[in-house]
T-cell receptor, first 117, second 116 residues
């Protein structure tokens, strides 16, 4: 079974400061890892994903994440945040096979990033 | 590419009525669609998984007779909340994937259901 732990439920940070949102996972199989962002009353938008290869993954909006297999982590970082980055961020790991070539995703509980002007 | 739409975006209904939510993949064929429920300030809870042309697989604790899912084509899945009650009020989100999407799911914008 897969699980995802997002260690911080809320992260306040001043505008233009760096931020790290933490994510740890457990899985008994090879993993694909994802970070999604959700703005209020909207669906989820993919920020970045790790499938294989380089452990440093770059995504949209200046975000990046590093896959660390030994620490089972996939922390999300941004060197300088903007007000527009205020949103909920979800880490997810691929899970059980759903059939037809697709897999379920297991989500963390989310981290609310609040950027302070 | 990989756009998923949901309709309606917001619906208010009276207790006891049924509500249908549509999820469409606009520019790709979705072999699998997922339905999630999200309570305020919480994560997504997977309700069911549906593969085109097959019966949906429901997660433990989700009433299949209350939440009817149909995935009759590669671009459309519907979720019908039957005899809705106030406790069914929630944000419902669908997602879609294909074998070539490498486990990535493409999410719809969500539907806010309020049952009075």
């Amino acid at each position: 079974a897969q699980s995802v732990t997002q260690l911080d439920s809320q992260v306040p940070v001043f505008e233009e400061a760096p931020v790290e949102l933490r994510c740890n996972y457990s899985s008994s199989v090879s993993v694909y890892l994802f970070w999604y962002v959700q703005y209020p009353n909207q669906g989820l938008q993919l920020l970045l994903k790790y499938l294989s290869g380089s452990t440093l993954v770059k995504g949209i909006n200046g975000f990046e994440a590093e896959f660390n297999k030994s620490q089972t982590s996939f922390h999300l970082r941004k060197p300088s945040v903007h007000i527009s980055d205020t949103a909920e961020y979800f880490c997810a790991v691929s899970g059980s096979y759903s059939g037809a070539g697709s897999y379920q995703l297991t989500f963390g509980k989310g981290t609310k990033l609040s950027v302070i002007p | 590419g990989a756009v998923v739409s949901q309709h309606p975006s917001r619906v208010i209904c009276k207790s006891g009525t049924s509500v249908k939510i549509e999820c469409r993949s606009l520019d790709f064929q979705a072999t699998t669609m997922f339905w999630y429920r999200q309570f305020p300030k919480q994560s997504l809870m997977l309700m069911a998984t549906s593969n085109e042309g097959s019966k949906a697989t429901y997660e433990q604790g989700v009433e299949k007779d209350k939440f009817l899912i149909n995935h009759a084509s590669l671009t459309l899945s519907t979720l019908t909340v039957t005899s809705a009650h106030p406790e069914d009020s929630s944000f419902y989100i669908c997602s879609a994937s294909t074998p070539s999407s490498y486990n990535e799911q493409f999410f719809g914008p969500g539907t806010r259901l309020t049952v009075l």
